[in-house]
């Protein structure tokens, strides 16, 4: 996930790796955004680690309320930013995650503050999946360009840059429903 942050690092935005329209709105939201998803996926993946949670419960919670903060502030300044998203069908896609992904991580957070860690559990693990939509959306993509390929009969109708923007307008939409797949079956699993 670092390579994919490092343009936005420098605090350019000629170095973006998306349109910014506003560099006073929009770019400093982008930029949060980033660095507060980094954070809830860095302190996510800290609470799936069986130790913590078992021998240092203060540490897991600790580490529960810096992941929870982080997404719903990354998840609020995603809805700052997906007015800009000029495609509809990504706008739509990053809105429909970003409204999955403050969900699932307030019905964890409820569910721990009630005492029932079980659904905590379940939900933390839906809301982590949905942390994790970015970086699947970035690996489909060379299997969604293979696909494209191959339903094309290994032709671009559209041409190189065509094919591009076709792939990523249906990255995100991929990534979100492969999440939610992988996630269930590993709940349901894990239940059986």
């Known amino acids: 996930m670092l390579p994919f942050m490092v343009p936005y690092l420098t605090l350019d935005p000629d170095n973006s790796r998306v349109s910014i329209v506003s560099v006073h709105v929009q770019y400093p939201a982008l930029v949060l955004h980033i660095f507060f998803a980094f954070i809830a996926m860095v302190a996510g993946f800290v609470q799936f680690i069986g130790r913590i949670r078992e021998r ?8 529960g309320l810096v992941y929870v903060g982080s997404v719903f502030l990354s998840g609020l300044l995603a809805l700052v930013i997906v007015p800009y998203i000029a495609v509809f069908t990504k706008s739509v ?12 991580t307030w019905k ?3 569910a721990a503050v009630r005492g029932k860690i079980a659904r905590h559990r ?3 693990i839906r809301s982590f999946g949905m942390t994790l939509v970015a970086v699947c959306a970035r690996l489909l993509v060379p ?3 293979l696909a494209y390929c191959l339903l ?3 032709e671009l109708p559209a041409g190189r840059e065509g094919m591009i923007e076709d792939v990523l307008r249906v990255n995100v939409w991929t990534a979100i429903i492969l999440d939610i797949v ?5 709940i349901l699993s894990r239940n059986t």
């Open 108 to 110: 964890g957070y409820w």
């Open 93 to 104: 896609s990053f809105l429909v995650l970003t409204a999955l992904w403050l969900f699932t």
């Open 143 to 145: 299997v969604l360009l």
């Open 152 to 154: 094309n009969g290994f």
């Open 182 to 186: 992988i996630v269930e079956w590993i």
């Open 56 to 63: 240092r419960p203060r540490i897991h919670r600790i580490m």
């Open 122 to 124: 379940i939900w933390m």
